[in-house]
């Protein structure tokens, strides 16, 4: 494994954003649902995540995730994601969203 710095992690921007909107994704090459999240300051920002294993559209909605959103916007067929979903893969290999213990204001960084 490399080793990172503190300076390095910083530049790494991860904050909390609550679940608005949830879409089905037809055109993804994978099963994929369209998120639109509330990052407080940042604004309110899309992304694709390919999570439609462990959770459906009605519960995700209202839920806070956490989204790295400093990324380059990337495009997704028709698609243009905003931010990066973060999770970790199950034992079958489906993502586990990564999330917060308790609400925390829209917009907060990881720290």
Known sequence: MEQINWTEFEKVDIRVGTILEVFDFPEAKNPSY?????????????????????????????????????????????FMSEFLVTGFADIEGNIVLATVERDAPNGSKLI
């Open 34 to 78: 369209k998120i639109k999240a509330d990052f407080g300051q940042f604004g309110i920002l899309n992304s694709s995540a390919q999570i439609t294993k462990n959770y459906t559209k009605e519960a995700l909605k209202g839920r806070q995730i956490l989204g790295v959103i400093n990324f380059p916007k990337k495009q997704i067929g028709k």
